[in-house]
């Protein structure tokens, strides 16, 4: 058996109907672990579990939503339980505690008809007045606070990934996918780029059993007088794009290039961007999803006279 390594760890308490739930989501969107609800009792064993000798460390963050609810809630205990695991473990622990004015709370219980838990039979200011009141110590003590009297759950969330999120973990899975329209538009992506103005090597007998990625069909391609000032537009275009997608905290970017039957220009646009996107700092996985479909004369329709 090996020991347990430190770990960082968030505690995530605060106000019910404040967004606990939003930040656990974004902080899982992120690559966080993420437990809700779990008993503090429950954290030291698992803290305290030696990992087996054949088990790899997993050193992802992990979050932990606590609240009123939460069995064996003490807010004062609390903070003891902490600062003994991080004498005792050695963890990284940080508190996260949502603040809401009171009339917006209550505001947000009339919106959602929900209950107040701590106010089942009686007016949900009387759950706010009360809950307010009980996690004042941990309110106290938590080195990070977020009012969300004024925020949205998008500002929220927001807010969590600048604040909590690795550089590794904002970067969006970047795909780069080739097809052919003539078995149909991918449903999952993002964006699309018809590339079949561009002169088609099906018509070259010599060129029509390759594909894009044989350097003859990558030649014929780039031959197109079209073709580099409109494969630098697109690479300039997307090089703008992806930087924001990454700061609105998108997860997964597909980029899809279409021509008539997915084999030869699709997929050398599809390679060549890619290289661009690699050298301009990304990591794209390239796919093809037609490649290895036959040639078909009737698939890819008259040839065009250049």
């Known amino acids: ?17 404040a967004g606990k739930s939003t930040v656990l989501r ?10 809700d609800q779990l008993p503090l009792l429950l954290i030291d064993r698992l803290l305290a579990t030696e990992l087996p000798d054949d088990a790899e ?12 609810r939460t ?13 003994t695991l991080r004498e005792v473990h050695g963890h990284d622990i940080g508190v996260l505690f949502l603040d809401c004015a009171g009339a917006e709370l209550e505001r947000r219980y009339a919106e959602t008809r929900r209950r107040h838990p701590l106010a ?15 996690l004042a110590p941990l309110r106290r003590w938590a080195n990070r606070l977020i009012d969300t009297t004024r925020l949205s759950a998008n500002d929220l969330s927001q807010e969590i990934r600048d604040d909590f999120a690795t550089p590794a973990m904002r970067e969006p899975t970047l795909s780069i996918l080739s097809f052919g329209y003539s078995r149909g538009i991918p449903r999952n992506a993002d964006l699309v780029f018809d590339m079949r103005f561009l ?17 003859a069909v990558a030649d014929y391609v780039a031959a197109d007088p079209a073709y580099a000032q409109s494969l630098e537009q697109i ?17 997964y970017v597909t980029i899809a290039f279409g021509c008539t039957g997915g084999r ?38 008259a040839p065009t006279q250049v």
């Open 120 to 134: 089942i039979d009686r007016p949900a200011s009387d759950g706010i007045a009360r809950e307010r009141e009980l």
């Open 199 to 215: 002169r088609n090597p099906h018509w070259d007998d010599a060129l029509r059993p390759g594909t894009g990625q044989d350097q």
């Open 235 to 251: 690479e300039a275009l997307l090089l703008l794009l992806l930087p924001r997608y990454r700061e609105q905290g998108k997860a």
């Open 26 to 35: 974004t902080l899982e969107d992120l690559g966080w672990e993420v437990v």
């Open 264 to 301: 030869h220009r699709s997929v050398h646009v599809a390679e060549r961007v890619s290289a661009r996107l690699r050298a301009g700092g990304f990591s794209p996985t390239v796919r093809h999803r037609d490649l290895g479909s036959a040639p078909q004369d009737s698939l890819e329709g």
């Open 1 to 17: 058996m090996k020991r347990r390594e430190s770990k960082r760890i968030l505690l995530v308490s605060g106000m019910s109907g």
């Open 57 to 68: 460390y997993d050193d992802k963050p992990l979050a932990v939503g606590l609240s009123t």
């Open 71 to 83: 069995r064996g809630f003490d807010p004062r205990g609390l903070v003891e339980r902490i600062k």
